[in-house]
Each structure stands twice: as C-alpha cells, then as structure tokens.
Nanobody
Framework: QVQLVESGGGVVQPGGSLTLSCAVS????????MSWVRQAPGEALDWISG???????FYDSSVKGRFTISRDNANEKLYLQMDKLKPKDTAVYYC?????????RGQGTQVTVSS
C-alpha cells in the first residue's frame, strides 16, 4: 500500500524557518521523482519544488533561494527546508509521488506564517 505522510508544519513568524518531512512507503523510492505542492485557501494547487531520483531539482520562482528540497533514499524520506518564510507561504503543503503537481499525495501539513 502506497503511503505518503507529511509532517513538520506549524505556525511561524515572518522570516522564520520550518522543515517539512514526508515519509513514504509502498513503492521504490530511490528512483521515484517527488514533488512538494501547496494549496492556499481558495487557490489552485501550486507546484513549488521537485526532485528526481538522480538529483535534478526544480523550484518555482516564488520559493527559489528560500526553500531547499532534499531526499534521504536510505530512509525513504523527502524534505523541504523553508527559510525566510513570508505570509504568502501560508498553505497546506503536500508531498507528491510525481514530477509535477499531479500524483498521489499525502494528507498534507499546514504551514501558517503570521506575526
């Protein structure tokens, strides 16, 4: 059974940092391209970052230079280090089993950036 479980969200002040994690199981992880997407209330799903099995990386311009995607193939985990957070980063964040926004995803983790 394929599972993706996100964690690490929370409330943080503008300029702060959070690290999101996604634990996966049920499929071969090391060669699987993975992505992070987010969805703010009333907004469309937004593909913000992706990483392939061989390390090719994508960042949307809205997060480039502030967010860092990484993966631990041995422990089957995907990460998103988020620095210099802004109020507009407030959203539910999902990890996705795909290169791109459309694929199986977890339940999400809420990130709220507010003073």
């Amino acid at each position: 059974q394929v599972q993706l479980v996100e964690s690490g969200g929370g409330v943080v002040q503008p300029g702060g940092s959070l690290t999101l994690s996604c634990a996966v199981s049920g499929f071969p992880f090391s060669n699987q391209a993975m992505s992070w997407v987010r969805q703010a209330p009333g907004e469309a799903l937004d593909w913000i970052s992706g990483i392939t099995g061989n390390g090719r990386i994508f960042y949307d311009s809205s997060v480039k230079g502030r967010f860092t995607i990484s993966r631990d193939n041995a422990n089957e985990k995907l990460y998103l280090q988020m620095d210099k957070l802004k109020p507009k980063d407030t959203a539910v964040y999902y990890c996705v089993k795909a290169w791109g926004p459309y694929g199986l995803r977890g339940q999400g983790t809420q990130v709220t950036v507010s003073s």
